[in-house]
């Protein structure tokens, strides 16, 4: 890990107002094939119908890369949600995309433990699975589990080079001078973005500016950096995996406090305008001057 001192990127992370925001140069489709080649390749094995069972992370995640027309050509009849009451349907197959919180797991350990719900379950984490949660699992539902895999799509696609984490409440308790959930949240997105080089498989060098008033890039860049190195030590594919020429700079709202505050120039924020000929010209408005 090292401290900045350039601005040749290929991934960019900054602490935005109210979300975890990265942009990176790269135009993918990550999450959608993530899923395919996952969940719904596991779906294509058995000819018979299934239930998709949700969290509200999940769901979003889904919404933004899948239509319900998609799920049903793979046979899945109904979307539920992981903490409202749902009827059992002990005939069927249930598959559970979830994030790997206690939370999450104690719902589907509920879904089994006195009287199963459903015939079988297909488990899919955004993310590693703690070994706590895992064996707590094991431990009350393991003869109702087919499958239980772990993805790394832990983050939410927004444009071809744009996603968010999905953690509005971020800004607050990293920044809020009685925050108790500081260290806890830049785990949780230092996770987060480690799932993120994973799906790209990279292994970035981390960097950040070494300045006393960026004492929170320093944490983030330091968690991501030891996070990557566990997580290329676990991989499980044989081969031990070294640095790439990818560079993740981690910088604080402070580093651009302006650009939140600027009106859009951008050619898409002028998607809403009359476009009468093939082009649009701006001329003698205001901001311009």
Known sequence: MKCFRGLSLVLTWLFSFGFSQVVFLHSWSISLTEIKDTIIADCRKSEVWKILILDSFTTKLLSSCCKMSDLMAEKITIVE???????????????????????????????????????????????????DLFNNMKLHCAKYIRVCKELNISFMPQEAQV???????????????????????????????????ATLDEYPGVRYKKDNNMENAKILAELVDNKLAVHYDLDDS????????????????????????????????????????????????????
């Open 238 to 289: 044989g081969k031990k995996k070294g640095k790439t020429q990818a560079q993740l700079l981690i910088l604080e709202r402070n580093f651009d406090p302006v650009s939140p505050i600027l009106h859009e120039l951008t050619y898409q924020a002028r998607d809403l305008r009359t476009i009468v000929t093939p082009r649009i010209i701006c001329r003698d408005y205001q901001y311009w001057h």
């Open 81 to 131: 949600d992981l903490f409202k009451s749902r009827e059992p349907v002990q005939e069927m197959k249930a598959i559970y995309f979830m994030s790997p919180t206690e939370k999450c797991v104690e719902a589907f350990i509920a879904d089994f433990k006195l009287k199963p719900k459903y015939k079988a379950a297909y488990v899919y984490f955004t993310d590693y699975c703690p070994d």
């Open 163 to 197: 996603f968010t984490c999905d953690n509005p409440s971020a800004f607050k308790n990293i920044y809020g001078s009685n925050s108790q959930d500081k260290k806890k949240t830049l785990e949780t997105l230092a996770g987060q973005l480690v799932t993120l080089c």
